[in-house]
T-cell receptor, first 114, second 110 residues
Framework: DAGVTQSPTHLIKTRGQHVTLRCSPISGHKSVSWYQQVLGQGPQFIFQYYEKEERGRGNFPDRFSARQFPNYSSELNVNALLLGDSALYLC?????????????FGPGTRLTVL | AQSVSQHNHHVILSEAASLELGCNYSYGGTVNLFWYVQYPGQHLQLLLKYFSGDPLVKGIKGFEAEFIKSKFSFNLRKPSVQWSDTAEYFCAVTPDKLIFGTGTRLQVFP
């Protein structure tokens, strides 16, 4: 069974650039969540999407945006990159948006901003 | 604001030693509680979870956790650790969104 997949694995950008990260959920899962994990910290919630609609948003600036497609895959976009955006970006999928459902995490995309 | 505290940042044990990792959360309402584990080079995966009922929950690989509502705690325990338990452990709670603690790095030496 394929788990959650994310692309790319690694990415290097410079300040001010834009980045798009992609996530494919487990088959049958309709909800996707995005997290930022800075080195030495736990994952921080950015967004949750369910059936193409935003169901939750964390405390992140408007430079961060996301969307979910009809096939339930998702993109996370970050504009005007800052050095502080360097982190591991995790995607997690679940059956729906209920907090009772286990979230299954992908391997992450390591973003480095120079 | 809701938060999760993990008091032990780095724990070093010998094989067969007992383990207890602390987790406290701040939220006055009903929460769901989780422990996730990240083995070296692998994805975050669920170790165990508590929603309701028996406050002592058992997870995979011999781990268990006890929910003490009066102390807002959900400590993780294992009676005898193995070298293969070397990993990073995250406590998380969800009233709605998943909130993680900062993690505890566990190193087990043979």
């Amino acid at each position: 069974d394929a788990g959650v997949t994310q692309s790319p694995t690694h990415l290097i950008k410079t300040r001010g650039q834009h980045v798009t990260l992609r996530c494919s959920p487990i088959s049958g899962h309709k909800s996707v969540s995005w997290y930022q994990q800075v080195l030495g910290q736990g994952p921080q919630f950015i967004f949750q999407y369910y059936e193409k609609e935003e169901r939750g948003r964390g405390n992140f600036p408007d430079r961060f945006s996301a969307r979910q497609f009809p096939n339930y895959s998702s993109e996370l976009n970050v504009n005007a990159l800052l050095l502080g955006d360097s982190a591991l970006y995790l995607c997690a999928s679940s059956l729906d948006f209920s907090s009772y459902n286990e979230q299954f995490f992908g391997p992450g995309t390591r973003l480095t901003v120079l | 604001a809701q938060s999760v505290s993990q008091h032990n940042h780095h724990v070093i044990l010998s094989e067969a030693a007992s383990l207890e990792l602390g987790c406290n959360y701040s939220y006055g309402g009903t929460v769901n509680l989780f422990w996730y584990v990240q083995y070296p080079g692998q994805h975050l995966q669920l170790l165990l979870k508590y929603f309701s009922g028996d406050p002592l929950v058992k997870g995979i690989k011999g781990f268990e956790a006890e929910f003490i509502k009066s102390k807002f705690s959900f400590n993780l325990r294992k009676p005898s650790v193995q070298w293969s338990d070397t990993a990073e452990y995250f406590c998380a709670v969800t009233p709605d969104k998943l909130i993680f603690g900062t993690g505890t790095r566990l190193q087990v030496f043979p």
